[in-house]
């Protein structure tokens, strides 16, 4: 089966750095997507890891380490358009055709 | 290009109703997912499709079917609906099985009175 950690809640302050840890467990992994989901909308994508190290995007950083079965998510500079949850995913290898699941999210909210 | 498109957006219904949630994808995309997202909580895969004609299961399938006769639709049914099943649904669509992301439709939130 598959199991995914994530902490339930994270509070930031505008400007600075964050990092969002997931933990996981799976019998085909298959990559990693980061997803920020804000109030009431679709999730949208921020990352995608498959191979150890960091991936960076402008503020966005996506890190993994598939030996540990551990990945985290850096935010910088954070804005008050960061409070979102952030759900990560992995995609595990199906009967057929691979599927992604995902952790219960991370709800990050960043004060003033 | 509208991407993922899911109707409706909102729908109320009474227990032991049924009804069909539609979803529709202009992208080519093979592989098609149906979600479902409690409150406060992550998403889970109800059934996901590789291709026309071809489903599976994910991890929260009872109470739930789906049918893909073609490459754009990929509706999900719901028979004698049931409290449980209040929830937003979320549809999603990706290109392959690689890193590709899954594109997302807007949801249908759906409440079972």
């Known amino acids: 089966g598959q199991n995914i950690d994530q902490p339930t809640e994270m509070t930031a302050t505008e400007g600075a750095i964050v990092q969002i840890n997931c933990t996981y467990q799976t019998s085909g992994f298959n990559g990693l997507f980061w997803y920020q989901q804000h109030a009431g909308e679709a999730p949208t994508f921020l990352s995608y890891n498959v191979l150890d190290g960091l991936e960076e995007k402008g503020r966005f950083s996506s890190f993994l380490s598939r030996s540990k079965g551990y990945s985290y998510l850096l935010l910088k500079e954070l804005q008050m358009k960061d409070s979102a949850s952030y759900l990560c995913?992995?995609?595990?290898?199906?009967?057929?055709?691979?599927?992604?699941?995902f952790g219960a999210g991370t709800i990050l909210r960043v004060k003033s | 290009n509208a991407g993922v498109t899911q109707t409706p957006k909102f729908r109320i219904l009474k227990i032991g109703q049924s009804m069909t949630l539609q979803c529709a994808q202009d992208m080519n995309h093979n592989y098609m997912y149906w979600y479902r997202q409690d409150p406060g909580m992550g998403l889970k895969l109800i059934y996901y499709s590789v291709g026309a004609g071809i489903t599976d299961k994910g991890e929260v399938p009872n109470g739930y079917n789906v049918s893909r006769s073609t490459t754009e639709d990929f509706p999900l049914r719901l028979e004698l609906a049931a409290p449980s099943q209040t929830s937003v649904y979320f549809c999603a669509s990706t290109e392959g099985a690689g890193n590709q992301p899954q594109h997302f439709g807007d949801g249908t939130r759906l409440s079972i009175l």
């Open positions: 995913a992995v995609r595990d290898r199906g009967e057929y055709g691979n599927k992604l699941v």
